[in-house]
């Protein structure tokens, strides 16, 4: 019994101890902590409570109402969190604002946490100040706000091209920023002054009369050009500088001088001044003035090289118009050479049928022996007559055809029809004749949807084709009919196996009323003009036709009919109109490219553009001739890189021969260039359309064009559009290259300004685009970084807040890392300023590399990663590079893939390889297509998947590295059902 008493003292002694040490620790603690009850009032408080509610005694705290203590409040503060944390017994933050002592505002985070007595329920409240924190990002917010307002200003002064207005929009930037007063100054080489252009408190003839030399060595304008640094002045009476010239003009008291320079020339000042009293500017205001006058700069060098330009221009446009005058009248006396052709043809065709009929009528009267017996001879020569009456009518009918045709007389008569009908009908009016010579005609019909056409004119041109199929023909031969559908057109193809067509004859068999002698000698006899009926039929319905051909083994003609055919019924008079007023707009789009700029470069990039935006094509590309006149080098292209490595020799290469005799534009199926191709990443059957630029009967180059992406069929209207256009731009790059001759000595200089204005745009775009980013993605990382930091360096965190504010800033850090890195990396890929290092590398092994890498990532998601491949060798390629590609590709699909699987293919594409990585993902809606590959542009998805971050540059960056690789990539993509990024990639 005593040990018990004993042992029971010893225990309430121990508990004593401990409740004596939690209340020193509770005291010691240096972060403010109270406890309260239900109705708010504190029964409990620490030392660094009292303190910063300026108490010296728990006595003045303990008992009171925590609301009155903080704001004297006579109710609860909104924010409190006391109520909700008892009514769920669960932790909560809220951020609570006072003046303990100060008028200045504190900020405190407060965590709340529910506490179980024997009286009830209390609330434990943790404060921890924050007002470093906010004060940091206030200010962060602040400089921001000043950036972006920087950048607005710099937009609206770059998007004009008149002085008078630029400088007053500089004047409007100035106030905007928050400044008074301020002058701009431009330096006139010619008479070596500074001259006063335009300032915010003096008038405008007071401004202009300011003329400083700038030869004085001593003078502050000398100075300022010669060290091209801002120059401070916070009193000018205390540095003796009242009498320099800059300073006694302006009648300033302090004021602070910043260099326009281009480059490493400078072009003028900008002065901010104050007129009475001091001028005290910070690090950051220093900082925004230098970066607005880096920007008027640019604005003003700009603005004053299209004044320079502006006479130029305008002796340009008056001899394009005197060009095109000439140009439409040619075309006008060309159309009615043309017309009047085909109304002869059409004349004489309807006046040889009428005795045509007669003779046919007589000899099949003849034969029937209506008028007696015929001797044999007689009867032969009857049938000759008939046989030839037959097939001298089909000429007439055939001619009388093609004249409806060329004249637009014929309309359309449209109708939703299913092809394999009236493939079908075709063939069956051919099949005797396909007996005869024991030919045998396979068709597979396709499914597909029916197409919009005129189903009388279709059966027209497929018996022309399946009909010329069997007519020259081998014996026991064969003729293929297929359908190729796709969502933008239908193609059919008539495939023989017969003599062919030589190569020299391919490029006529399609002319108008041709005489082929050379295609007549394939074996057989017809009208010569049947493939021409086939081919007005196929441009009334906006397709494209064409053959190919191995002379001695077989011919295929194709055509296209597009799905969207959207054909008028016009008069001929509506049509020539229609005509005219498209070439009068062709006219008027060149003339205004050329009061835009006239350096060579510049124009030839417009003209491409226009020519993209007004035709309506995927890629454009220009070659002009050399010197020696035997070569054609590339210039310029649109979605087309590397332009400038193409070197063709006109002798050597029979397709540029053909393009560079032909007087029109036409469409190209075949090109075999492989180095061009491959400069051009396209195939050699790529469909092209090509066009010489002549002038005066001389070749200057030639346009070519094509649909690499959309895969849309090049029209008879492309065709005509492009050559109006071609015509114009030749005389329009003509005169420009005559006038650089005519004026050497200020094409040098013009020169010299328009590439330092190139590559100040340039340097403006990148810096527009590294300011866009810096404000939008790095923010947010930088404002943790320093927020966390400063927190841990106030010393008021527990060592587990430190750990966890630690990893913060070394995730947060690692992000920011990997934003800048991706930014360097895709502008050194765009500078072309990456080293490729190409080594044979089995592309199998490197897929399985990255596969182990990111399966951890997948595993987190319970995704399935499989890999399928072909048995495909050594690929040269840049391992690395490729490595990181493989890694964004496969990081996105696990990143937006929430379940599912990942699948990779590996296949064999005969000189290329193919990858494929395919998600079940949320996939990318039609919308955001354009922003997969463009800088900076985030698709903003819905779901889990959106929370995760990244730069904006991966997409970028893969599609540099496949394209360096002289690759291509693409996408397919669904939204909710997953998308799919391949590349192709050469084995060598």
């Known amino acids: 019994m005593i040990d018990a008493e004993r042992d029971t003292d010893s225990f309430i002694s121990v508990l004593t101890r401990s409740k004596s040490l939690l209340e020193k620790v509770f005291d010691s603690i240096v972060d403010p902590i109270y406890v309260v009850d239900k109705d708010h009032t504190i029964v409990k408080a620490n030392l660094a409570f009292l303190n910063i509610i300026g108490k010296k005694n728990f006595n003045d705290v303990i008992g009171k109402k925590c609301y009155r203590l903080f704001a004297g409040r006579k109710n609860i503060c909104r924010q409190c969190a006391v109520d909700q944390v008892l009514k769920t017994l669960q932790a909560k933050k809220t951020i609570h604002t006072f003046a303990p002592k100060t008028k200045k505002k504190v900020y405190f985070e407060t965590f709340?946490?529910?506490?179980?007595?024997?009286?009830?329920?209390?609330?434990?409240?943790?404060?921890?100040?924050?007002?470093?924190?906010?004060?940091?990002?206030?200010?962060?917010?602040?400089?921001?706000?000043?950036?972006?307002?920087?950048?607005?200003?710099?937009?609206?002064?770059?998007?004009?091209?008149?002085?008078?207005?630029?400088?007053?929009?500089?004047?409007?930037?100035?106030?905007?920023?928050?400044?008074?007063?301020?002058?701009?100054?431009?330096?006139?080489?010619?008479?070596?002054?500074?001259?006063?252009?335009?300032?915010?408190?003096?008038?405008?003839?007071?401004?202009?009369?300011?003329?400083?030399?700038?030869?004085?060595?001593?003078?502050?304008?000398?100075?300022?050009?010669?060290?091209?640094?801002?120059?401070?002045?916070?009193?000018?009476?205390?540095?003796?500088?009242?009498?320099?010239?800059?300073?006694?003009?302006?009648?300033?008291?302090?004021?602070?001088?910043?260099?326009?320079?281009?480059?490493?020339?400078?072009?003028?000042?900008?002065?901010?001044?104050?007129?009475?009293?001091?001028?005290?500017?910070?690090?950051?205001?220093?900082?925004?003035?230098?970066?607005?006058?880096?920007?008027?700069?640019?604005?003003?060098?700009?603005?004053?090289?299209?004044?320079?330009?502006?006479?130029?221009?305008?002796?340009?446009?008056?001899?394009?118009?005197?060009?095109?005058?000439?140009?439409?009248?040619?075309?006008?006396?060309?159309?009615?050479?043309?017309?009047?052709?085909?109304?002869?043809?059409?004349?004489?065709?309807?006046?040889?049928?009428?005795?045509?009929?007669?003779?046919?009528g007589y000899s099949s009267l003849l034969l029937s022996d209506k008028f007696g017996i015929l001797k044999n001879e007689q009867r032969e020569g009857l049938e000759v007559i008939n046989l030839e009456s037959d097939r001298l009518k089909d000429v007439i009918n055939d001619v009388i055809e093609l004249s409806k045709l060329v004249s637009g007389k014929e309309q359309l008569i449209l109708e939703p029809a299913d092809v394999n009908e009236v493939i079908k009908s075709s063939?069956?009016?051919?099949?005797k004749e396909a007996n005869t010579k024991n030919i045998e005609i396979h068709f597979k019909p396709k499914k597909c949807k029916k197409l919009v056409i005129d189903v009388d004119k279709i059966k027209h041109a497929l018996y022309h084709l399946i009909s010329n199929a069997i007519k020259y023909n081998k014996p026991g031969g064969s003729v293929s009919i297929l359908i190729n559908d796709n969502p933008y057109f239908m193609q059919i193809s008539v495939r023989d196996t017969g003599i062919g067509i030589e190569r020299k004859n391919i490029d006529r068999i399609f002319e108008k009323f041709s005489q082929l002698e050379e295609h007549m000698t394939r074996g057989g006899t017809g009208t010569g003009v049947g493939l021409s009926i086939v081919k007005e039929i196929v441009d009334l319905h906006t397709g494209d036709i064409w053959v190919r051909s191995v002379p001695g083994k077989s011919s295929t003609f194709s055509f296209t009919i597009p799905r969207n055919i959207k054909v008028t019924k016009k008069s001929q008079d509506e049509y020539e109109l229609a005509?005219?007023?498209?070439?009068?707009?062709?006219?008027?789009?060149?003339?205004?490219?050329?009061?835009?700029?006239?350096?060579?470069?510049?124009?030839?990039?417009?003209?491409?553009?226009?020519?993209?935006?007004?035709?309506?094509?995927?890629?454009?590309?220009?070659?002009?001739?050399?010197?020696?006149?035997?070569?054609?080098?590339?210039?310029?292209?649109?979605?087309?890189?590397?332009?400038?490595?193409?070197?063709?020799?006109?002798?050597?290469?029979?397709?540029?021969?053909?393009?560079?005799?032909?007087?029109?534009?036409?469409?190209?199926h075949y090109y075999d260039n492989k180095d061009v191709n491959r400069i051009l990443g396209k195939e050699a059957d790529l469909p092209f359309v090509a066009m010489p630029l002549i002038v005066k009967n001389k070749v200057i180059g030639m346009l070519t064009a094509d649909n690499?992406?959309?895969?849309?069929?090049?029209?008879?209207?492309?065709?005509?559009?492009?050559?109006?256009?071609?015509?114009?731009?030749?005389?329009?790059?003509e005169n420009g290259r005559l006038m650089e001759n005519m004026e050497l000595q200020v094409k040098e200089r013009t020169k010299e300004l328009l590439e330092a204005n190139e590559r100040l745009k340039k340097l403006d775009k990148q810096k527009d685009e590294f300011m866009s980013y810096v404000s939008h993605e790095l923010r947010t990382p930088l404002t943790s970084l320093i927020g966390y930091s400063k927190l841990i360096l106030g010393g008021s965190l527990s060592k587990e807040q430190q750990l966890e504010s630690i990893n913060i800033i070394n995730t947060e850090a690692t992000r920011l890392k990997?934003?800048?890195?991706?930014?360097?990396?895709?502008?050194?890929?765009?500078?072309?300023?990456?080293?490729?290092?190409?080594?044979?590398?089995n592309i199998k092994d490197l897929i399985k590399e990255v596969l182990l890498i990111m399966a951890p990532l997948a595993k987190e998601k319970n995704l399935s990663i499989d890999l399928t491949h072909d048995s495909i060798g050594l690929v040269k390629i840049d391992s690395d590079k490729i490595k990181q590609?493989?890694?964004?590709?496969?990081?996105?699909?696990?990143?937006?893939?929430?379940?599912?699987?990942?699948?990779?293919?590996?296949?064999?594409?005969?000189?290329?390889?193919?990858?494929n990585i395919a998600d079940t993902g949320i996939g990318i809606a039609k919308e955001d297509f354009y922003k997969v590959f463009d800088k900076f542009k985030q698709i903003q998805h819905s779901g889990k998947s959106s929370?995760?971050?990244?730069?904006?540059?991966?997409?970028?960056?893969?599609?540099?590295?496949?394209e360096s690789h002289q690759g291509k990539i693409w996408f397919e993509s669904e939204t909710d059902k997953g998308t799919t990024f391949s590349f192709l990639l050469p084995k060598k």
Not at 628 to 651: L, Q
Not at 826 to 839: H, P, R, S, V, Y
């Open 818 to 841: 990997f934003m800048i890195d991706d930014f360097l990396d895709l502008a050194k890929m765009e500078a072309g300023k990456i080293q490729m290092n190409k080594e044979s590398t």
């Open 885 to 915: 590609a493989l890694y964004n590709l496969v990081g996105n699909a696990i990143k937006f893939t929430n379940k599912g699987s990942i699948q990779i293919e590996l296949l064999d594409k005969d000189e290329n390889i193919q990858v």
């Open 427 to 431: 063939i069956n009016l051919l099949k």
């Open 947 to 962: 929370r995760a971050k990244g730069s904006g540059l991966g997409m970028p960056i893969t599609k540099q590295i496949i």
């Open 112 to 360: 709340c946490y529910p506490a179980e007595t024997d009286k009830g329920n209390n609330v434990i409240l943790h404060m921890i100040d924050i007002t470093k924190r906010k004060d940091l990002e206030q200010m962060t917010e602040r400089q921001n706000n000043r950036l972006l307002l920087l950048h607005d200003i710099s937009k609206s002064m770059h998007s004009t091209i008149q002085l008078n207005v630029l400088l007053k929009q500089i004047l409007g930037g100035i106030l905007k920023l928050g400044f008074k007063r301020a002058t701009v100054y431009l330096i006139n080489e010619e008479d070596n002054l500074l001259e006063g252009i335009i300032s915010t408190d003096m008038k405008q003839k007071e401004i202009q009369d300011i003329r400083i030399p700038i030869n004085n060595d001593d003078s502050m304008v000398a100075n300022l050009i010669k060290n091209k640094k801002p120059i401070l002045i916070s009193d000018v009476s205390k540095l003796k500088l009242a009498d320099d010239t800059l300073i006694k003009n302006t009648k300033r008291k302090s004021f602070l001088a910043l260099p326009l320079t281009i480059a490493s020339r400078i072009i003028g000042l900008l002065t901010v001044d104050n007129k009475d009293k001091s001028l005290f500017l910070s690090e950051n205001d220093m900082k925004v003035l230098q970066l607005f006058a880096s920007d008027v700069a640019l604005a003003i060098n700009r603005a004053l090289l299209i004044d320079r330009l502006n006479t130029f221009n305008q002796r340009l446009k008056n001899q394009i118009k005197k060009a095109t005058i000439d140009l439409r009248a040619k075309n006008i006396r060309l159309k009615e050479v043309d017309k009047m052709k085909t109304e002869l043809l059409s004349l004489v065709s309807h006046e040889l049928r009428t005795p045509l009929t007669s003779i046919k």
């Open 708 to 733: 690499l992406y959309s895969s849309k069929i090049i029209t008879k209207q492309n065709l005509r559009s492009l050559t109006m256009f071609a015509n114009t731009a030749a005389v329009a790059i």
């Open 579 to 668: 005509k005219t007023i498209e070439e009068l707009e062709t006219v008027r789009t060149i003339v205004n490219i050329m009061h835009t700029d006239i350096q060579l470069k510049n124009l030839l990039e417009l003209i491409l553009k226009s020519i993209q935006d007004f035709v309506g094509f995927d890629r454009v590309r220009l070659y002009l001739v050399e010197k020696d006149k035997n070569k054609m080098r590339g210039i310029v292209g649109i979605g087309t890189p590397n332009m400038n490595k193409i070197e063709i020799s006109i002798e050597d290469d029979d397709v540029v021969q053909k393009i560079l005799k032909a007087k029109k534009a036409n469409v190209y």
